[in-house]
Nanobody, 125 residues
Framework: QVTLVESGGATVQAGGSLRLSCLVSGRILNSYPVGWFRQAPGKEREFVAATRWGGGRIGVADSVTGRFSVGRDDSENLVYLQMTSLKPEDTAVYYC??????????????????WGQGTQVTVSS
């Protein structure tokens, strides 16, 4: 079994920054993909960014390119989402997700099997 726990969500003013963390427990290989998604009220869950637990190529949605990035902590099974220049439209619940399969990361919700409980990010104008 795999468990994901997100943390770091908060309320910030527009233009501010936040770092979200995703800590995984369970058997995870560096080759497995890990993605960040978000869901705003009344909207579908959408792709934000992704990489692999072991690092490598990073994918970022067009809506956050140049503002968000993904990194990993070498000391533990943790991937983070660094968010800068936050906008009110970034307000959402942010989720991390993974699958137990060596594969390139994907941008679709159905491509991930395990999900965290989410962490709320609110950006005030």
């Amino acid at each position: 079994q795999v468990t994901l726990v997100e943390s770091g969500g908060a309320t910030v003013q527009a233009g501010g920054s936040l770092r979200l963390s995703c800590l995984v427990s369970g058997r995870i290989l560096n080759s497995y993909p890990v993605g960040w998604f978000r869901q705003a009220p009344g909207k579908e869950r959408e792709f934000v960014a992704a990489t692999r637990w072991g690092g490598g190529r990073i994918g970022v949605a067009d809506s956050v390119t140049g503002r968000f990035s993904v990194g990993r902590d070498d000391s533990e099974n943790l991937v983070y989402l660094q968010m800068t220049s936050l906008k009110p439209e970034d307000t959402a619940v942010y989720y991390c997700a993974t699958r137990r399969e060596t594969a390139d990361w994907g941008v679709e919700v159905w491509q991930y099997t395990y999900w965290g409980q989410g962490t709320q990010v609110t950006v005030s104008s």
